[in-house]
């Protein structure tokens, strides 16, 4: 057993380091270009993502699990065809790197979180609540009407009759949406497309400060 490594192992682990970070900024790619640019209302709360003041509803957009059984095999499967038995760093390296980077990824896809926050004492003043969905958010007192997106209407609302102006947050395994129509004339985005996995009782919550729903 040699004290340090031959040139094709040192070939190798720099390899797969640079395909691990190729891979991270794909991914963090993919996850970003899902939303368009922030409408003039839609400004990141300051200081954190987590919307503060009182949590009227909140869910975070988590992928399936088997998504993660999926992702976790394909990790070893592909660290295994690196390894083909090799020994020195060919038997470890592939491991520690793509099983983290696949978690990583995945963790990533998960990161969005739909929320209907007050900064009311009292919450029943629609001025005072705000949509919140991902770093954006949505006074609702510019909110005129929101209504659910079923699966069957998903594709297109996506498609054809996609405003391109419109604010959109969308996740493929999330198969219902929100639509929330704005009326501000300050603000040229004419709706916010919110993927959810519980379109009823965000539309309740919504539509119980002042929102019309349909």
């Known amino acids: 057993m040699t004290s340090s490594l031959t040139s094709n192992e040192t070939t190798l682990a720099r390899s797969c380091l640079d395909v691990a970070t190729t891979l991270g900024l794909v991914t963090a790619d993919r996850h970003t270009e899902h939303a368009n640019s922030e409408p003039g209302n839609s400004t990141p709360p300051s200081g954190s993502t987590t919307p503060a003041g009182s949590v009227l509803y909140s869910e975070r957009l988590w992928v399936p699990l088997w998504w993660w059984a999926v992702g976790g095999a394909l990790a070893v499967l592909l660290a295994a065809e690196i390894h083909m038995g090799a020994p020195g760093i060919r038997a470890w390296l592939p491991y520690l ?118």
């Open 97 to 214: 790197v793509l099983i983290p980077l696949f978690a990583w990824a995945l963790y990533a896809f998960s990161r969005l979180r739909v929320a209907v926050v007050t900064r009311a004492d009292d919450g029943t003043d629609s001025s005072g609540v705000e949509l919140h969905v991902g770093k954006a958010h949505l006074p609702l007192d510019v909110a005129s009407k929101a209504a659910v997106v079923p699966a069957t209407a998903k594709s297109a609302a996506l498609g054809r009759q996609l405003d391109p102006l419109a604010f959109v947050q969308h996740r493929t395994w999330v198969k219902q949406m929100v639509i929330v129509v704005l009326d501000d004339p300050d603000d040229p985005t004419p709706y916010w497309l919110v993927s959810t996995k519980r379109p009823e009782a965000l539309l309740a919550v919504l539509t119980a400060h002042g929102v019309e729903g349909r």
